[in-house]
């Protein structure tokens, strides 16, 4: 009975370790008013006209500072979140995401999350298909190392597809 229980707590803490953590902690220092965009990444002058805002953070001090966002649905919902060092508050389009970057969908799921350097995707990055899959990419200095990608399917099988069906899975 104990070996169960001992075997029922490692695997429970093994579990929990998989988790993602979030990337912006909840103590950092908001810096900037909230910007409001547009479908088209344009900034818009109020909260009517937008589809999604942003909040522009500090978080930590000394050589662990970072600059950090977090975009939400305007409903609420976390829609993006991660590091950057320039952000366009005319057009999001230019911003330079720098370090992890997370995305959701919608209802708060996780959808793609990877890391940037200077504004190019830069190693592995995940995308949660909405059918429960995990597609994989490796990104080298913004572009796809290799002309396919590779799906891991909810029921344990995998493929590679081409790089160009993955825009069809978003």
Request: charge should be positive.
């Amino acid at each position: 009975m104990k070996k169960i229980l001992l075997l029922a707590v490692v695997l429970s803490v093994s579990i929990t370790g998989f988790g993602r953590q979030r990337l912006v902690v909840d103590n950092a220092k908001v810096v900037a008013d909230t910007i409001f965009y547009a479908d088209n990444m344009q900034s818009v002058a109020n909260r009517a006209d937008a589809s999604y805002y942003r909040l522009l953070k500090t978080q930590n001090i000394g050589l662990k500072k970072q600059e950090v966002f977090q975009d939400f649905y305007m409903n609420g919902t976390l829609k993006a979140e991660g590091g950057y060092s320039f952000i366009d508050l005319g057009n999001d389009a230019n911003t330079v995401l720098n370090g992890e970057v997370t995305t959701f969908y919608k209802n708060g799921m996780e959808c793609w999350h990877g890391n940037y350097i200077n504004g190019k995707r830069h190693g592995y990055f995940t995308l949660q298909m909405r059918d429960g899959g995990i597609a994989v990419v490796q990104f080298e200095n913004g572009k796809s190392k290799f002309d396919y990608f590779t799906v891991t399917h909810k029921d344990g099988t995998m493929q590679k597809r081409p790089i160009n069906e993955l825009k069809s899975l978003l």
